[in-house]
């Protein structure tokens, strides 16, 4: 059974930084990309970063470009979200999200995290 596992939520202030963790277990697929959704309230999930398996390449929503910055320790199945300047907006709960890819990067299954919340506050 694949678990997903996240920490670093919490509560900080206009500005500051918080760092998420998901370490990953009960898989063995070989190409999957991991990163992070997000959903405020009353607001659609959102996808916030990804990182591939197969070639470290990343992805960064326009919104938080220049001031997220995801990272992966392989041998401990584990990525970060490192997430500065952060603002108001950015307050939703974060998921950590496991994504299987099949040939042509199409994925096949997707697996969820329980979520974590950030809350900026002003």
């Known amino acids: 059974e694949v678990q997903l596992v996240e920490s670093g939520g919490g509560l900080v202030q206009t500005g500051g930084s918080l760092r998420l963790s998901c370490t990953a277990s009960?898989?063995?697929?070989?190409?999957?990309?991991i990163g992070w959704f997000r959903q405020a309230p009353g607001m659609e999930r959102e996808g916030v970063s990804c990182?591939?398996?197969?070639?470290?390449?990343?992805y960064y929503a326009d919104s938080v470009k220049g001031r997220f910055s995801i990272s992966r320790d392989n041998a401990k199945n584990t990525v970060y979200l490192q997430m500065n300047s952060l603002k108001r907006e950015d307050t939703a709960v974060y998921y950590c999200?496991?994504?299987?890819?099949?040939?042509?990067?199409?994925?096949?299954?997707?697996?969820w995290g329980q979520g974590t919340q950030v809350t900026v506050s002003s």
């Open positions: 999200i496991l994504d299987q890819l099949l040939r042509f990067g199409v994925v096949g299954e997707r697996y």
């Open positions: 009960g898989f063995s697929f070989d190409d999957y990309a």
């Open positions: 990182i591939s398996s197969i070639d470290g390449r990343t």
